[in-house]
């Protein structure tokens, strides 16, 4: 079945270690998405690709950068994570969605426990 | 922020119908209606969309209202496997979900 698939499920980094997590997808989406979900709270948008065009939120720190190497993978960064970092991260893919009317599909995440 | 409020919790009777509202009085002329759900521990799950028409899948229901301000999703015959987290999202084509708060359903044996 075509798919988002993120990996790992779950990963463990340091304090200030950079960690990068990983999504790729089967759907051949040309739009991709990355979410951050913290405990208890709803899923929150960082940035999105639209092909490589590449689109961050107002309000995403700096510490949080994204690759999209071609359509099917895209990887997020954090150069140096904080406590306050730790979440679930969600991807998502969508096709063109400039009418509104195209459903983003979500991978099942990673979990992100900082020590 | 979103644009959406929907009720915190509710509990549904397994086998019932559930049936979840969600106010979007600020709704524009072509903000589509979407909903998914959430169970512990996955990523949301899309349950339906819509504009102006009711719409119906396997899965739900979506009943919206004639000036498009509320809308309600329905899950016909709730089960156990249906607890989950629904969240009500209303866009355009901006490519940005706002998530709201959610309401958590329960559904009790």
């Known amino acids: 079945d075509a798919m988002v698939i993120q990996n790992p499920r779950y990963q463990v980094t340091q304090f200030g270690k950079p960690v990068t997590l990983s999504c790729s997808q089967t759907?051949?989406?040309?739009?991709m998405y990355w979410y951050q979900q913290k405990s208890s709270q709803a899923p929150k948008l960082l940035f999105h690709?639209?092909?490589?065009?590449?689109?961050n939120e107002a309000d995403t720190p700096d510490n949080f950068q994204s690759r999209r190497p071609n359509t099917s993978f895209c990887f997020l960064d954090i150069r140096s994570p904080g406590l306050g970092d730790a979440a679930m991260y969600l991807c998502?893919?969508?096709?063109?969605?400039?009418?509104?009317?195209?459903?983003?599909?979500f991978g099942d995440g990673t979990r992100l426990s900082i020590l | 922020d979103a644009k959406t409020t929907q009720p915190p919790s509710m509990d549904c009777a397994e086998g019932r119908a559930a049936n979840l509202p969600c106010n979007h009085s600020t709704i524009s002329g072509n903000e589509y209606v979407y909903w998914y759900r959430q169970i512990h521990s996955q990523g949301p799950q899309y349950i339906i969309h819509?504009?102006?028409n009711n719409e119906t899948n396997e899965m739900a229901s979506l009943i919206i209202t004639e000036d498009r301000k509320s809308s309600t999703l329905i899950l016909p015959h709730a089960t156990l496997r249906d607890t989950a987290v629904y969240y009500c999202i209303v866009t355009s084509g901006t490519y940005k979900y706002i998530f709201g708060t959610g309401t958590r359903l329960k559904v009790l044996a």
């Open positions: 819509g504009l102006k």
């Open positions: 690709y639209y092909d490589k065009d590449f689109n």
């Open positions: 759907l051949n989406h040309n739009v």
């Open positions: 998502a893919t969508s096709t063109d969605t400039w009418q509104g009317n195209q459903p983003q599909h």
